[in-house]
RNA sequence: GCCCGAGUGGCGGAAUUGGUAUACGCGUUCGACUUAAAAUCGAAUGGGAAACCAUAUGGGUUCAAGUCCCAUCUCGGGCACCA
């Protein structure tokens, strides 16, 4: 007996596939391109979770619904391969990250095989290849040439577990976002790319964008432009003016007092002597506060710097305090405190009985110069890791730092015995003795003669995101050995049209906004956003609700679930059938079981009716005399002829999954095609509800949908609805009392938009004349709701 | 604390511009097939005997409210001393 059994069905089309590679892209001049990813995946040698299947088969979904449309399509896959865990597990077991690497990537290819996702596997890219981190190199050192990266040294947040310093973007509540440790600050000399120059444009052209309203709201929330004034006020005693920041210069009139971050600059300049030592100890205390002490405890503290300054409008002398609820790194580090005004300075001017002056307001533009400021600073991107892209850098003897010249790119990371940081602050590279020299040409400024010298590299690696910020345009000419991104591929092929992931809604989908603007800038691409819609996914969870994790042993394996028999298609289905795209979910095996039970159902279709003919639907003439025979048919009566009720469930569905798919409504095209089938089990199915059928089943579980195309001899061109289908020769009228239902009408089509036509059946109905014998005060008839209501 | 978003059966969730609430799936019950079970197929399934009552709670607008307005409660997310 001919019976579904998917794991046979898709290693042979798993098999196929491999052989012909159907999904390679060209560029096509004049075909609409279409080009798609998702955020692509860190290989960890967990393999597979189910939180990746959901992410990949959204794309794919997408990609074969496009494909399918014949447009040209491109989805290319990669993997993000520096980063901590691999450096971890090699300091634990020996094993080179390298290796390590190469080992899960393996095996997540094999894995992503076997769901049948149908992707380029020639545009498949690494960003720990010295083929992809050379190009990684030359962005940093284009970024370097026009100044938008940089060293300076300032106050860092350090992970003391990690030995590493972070980026703002990657301190949660307090805590390392890999380890989870608090993490402190450390004033240190630091790489960064200077991503504040682009602040403005980044937060103007977030609305244009088609990405979800949320992530929108906290890029806006992250770069957090205020529109304020800077104002100077001069110190009593010589010591340097103090300039604040304040978004309110026209409570000027209110400023009683000025405070300090405890690590403004000049600090030093403007203690008193007698405060000194009290300052100092405030100061010391203040940096060895952690984040989160410093947020949970709120309560005001500081102190007097001795010194005082002149408020400008009102010339009056008002003394200048330190505390750290002024942070350093906004505005200018000060502040002039408005207690009248301001709740913060209220509670810390009669916590320190500092004067509190009703004020009246003046103009904005009086004693200040207006500025704009923004929450958001400049990337950090040194890390003090062994496996990550290094910085091609070197230093003189002086300390000066020299680009690597581009001909000597990629600066390969080194082999070393020992990949733990050495404890001072530098990554395991320093150990590789040999690697640190380097040979870099200098041109002698006076001579303008060029001469070799020898320079010490630097031994900090690029942020992780620094490698994913350029990776979508990588996929356009993925082995090009002349261009990061070749200027033709790019412009056939990007932006991308469709990005997928469920994280870095900050960082990654910031940081590939600046490097975008910044290369359009430089004449390297044609357009200034990267990705045009994004689709921001849920996560999936255990079926108790509960994140998934490993130490609670509440894990869904994809390929356990495959392999128990479900097979990729209803794995696929499922999680696509689970809920909205959007939204978080929870893993029930018991609705894998149904959507199962569906595709078996699809399969058993076709075994029971692909021998029939093929039946197109019936002319306007035949339609009358058909409506009649598909009244009795019966259970999946093969020797009934094609009725009209099929074509019109037919285009229904057509109509419903091609629009659902686009809105990204997966679950909504899912039912719909259960409804189909429950249907098509009713009224019997035609060949060609089954080849409409499999079209569009086939982005979800293509396995199965191929096979039952191979079968029925179609191609998987996508259907097409005719409106024309979608309207029935009857049509039910909804009758109210009072917004009751109270009747339902079946009224020839012709009539059901004829108002009397309606009313006369209407109060001829028995049912409806129960409530109007009273009479009728009014009534209500809707033709687009098919509705009528009457009041009583 | 501030700013968003959401509360619908036993469960996950559907419901165009306000217009038949509960699509689809799970679960449950019954039936068919079978020596039996599984699988499969069919039927029923918000509550209530009924009138009626039900979309977190209480009001309001409307011929008509899950959908709009006001208040309250709960949950989720974001921001969190950003001057």
Known sequence: ????????????????????????????????????????????????????????????????????????????????????????????????????????????????????????????????????????????????????????????????????????????????????????????????????????????????????????????????????????????????????????????????????????????????????????????????????????????????????????????????????????????????????????????????????????????????????????????????????????????????????????????????????PDNSGRSALAKAKDWLKVEIPVTDPKTGKTHMEEMTRETDTLDGYACSSWYLWRYASPHDTEYAWNPEAIKYWEPVDVYVGADHAVAHLLYIRFWCKFFADEGFLPFREPIKKLIYHGYINAPDGKKMSKSKGNVIDPLDVINDGYGADTLRTYEMFIGPVELDAAWDPRSVGGVYRFLNRCYNLMTDKGKESAAACPSDTLRAAQAKSSRSAEHRATDSLPSSENCAIRHKTIKKVTTDIHKCNFNTAVAALMEYVNELYKVGATAEDLVVLAKLLKPFAPHLASEMLERLEADDEWPKWDEKYLVDENVEIVVQVNGKLRAKLNIAADDATNEDKVKELAFADERIQKYTAGGVKKAIFVPRAKLLNLVV
């Open 1 to 420: 007996m001919d019976r579904y059994e998917p794991l046979k069905i898709e290693a042979k089309w798993q098999e196929k596939w491999e052989a012909e590679q159907p999904y390679r892209a060209t560029e096509k001049p004049g075909v609409p391109k279409m080009m798609l990813a998702e955020m692509f995946p860190y290989p960890s040698g967990a393999g597979l979770h189910v939180g990746h299947v959901r992410n990949f088969t959204i794309v794919d979904v997408l990609t074969r619904f496009y494909e399918q449309q014949r447009m040209n399509v491109m989805r290319p896959f990669g993997y993000d391969t520096f980063g901590l865990p691999a450096e971890n597990y090699a300091i634990k077991t020996g094993v080179s990250p390298k290796v390590a690497t190469a080992t899960n990537i393996a095996n997540f290819r094999k894995q992503a095989k076997r769901l049948g996702f149908a992707i380029d596997w020639s545009r498949e890219i690494n960003t720990s290849d010295p083929e992809y981190y050379k190009w990684t190199q030359w962005c940093f050192l284009q970024l370097y040439k026009k100044g938008l990266a940089y060293q300076k040294e300032s106050y860092q947040w350090w992970c003391p577990e990690d030995q590493t310093v972070l980026a703002n973007e990657q301190v949660e509540n307090g805590k390392c976002w890999r380890c989870g440790r608090e993490v402190e600050k450390k004033k240190m000399k630091q790489w960064f790319f200077r991503i504040t120059e682009y602040a403005d444009e980044l937060l103007d052209e977030i609305d244009a964008l088609d990405w979800p309203e949320k992530i929108k709201t906290m890029q806006k929330n992250w770069i957090g432009r205020s529109v304020g004034a800077e104002i100077d006020f001069e110190t009593t005693d010589g010591a340097p003016k103090i300039t604040v920041f304040t978004t309110r210069p026209d409570t000027i009139l209110g400023a009683t007092f000025l405070v300090l971050a405890p690590e403004y600059p000049g600090l030093d300049y403007i203690v008193s002597d007698d405060c000194r030592d009290a300052v100092a100890k405030y100061k010391a205390d203040a940096l060895k506060k952690s984040e989160i002490e410093r947020q949970e405890n709120k309560e005001k503290t500081g102190v007097f710097t001795g010194a005082y300054a002149v408020n400008p409008a009102t010339k009056e002398k008002i003394p200048i305090w330190v505390a750290d609820y002024v942070l350093a790194g906004y505005g200018t580090g000060a502040i002039m405190a408005v207690p009248a005004m301001d709740e913060r300075d209220r509670e810390f001017a009669e916590k320190f009985d500092l004067p509190i002056v009703e004020t009246e307001l003046v103009d904005r533009d009086l004693y200040g110069t207006p500025k704009v400021t923004y929450k958001m600073r400049d990337w950090l991107i040194s890390r003090q890791r062994y496996w990550g892209c290094p910085i091609p850098i070197a230093y003189d003897k002086d300390g000066n730092p020299h680009p690597i010249p581009e001909d000597q790119l990629p600066v390969m990371i080194p082999e070393v015995d020992d990949y733990r």
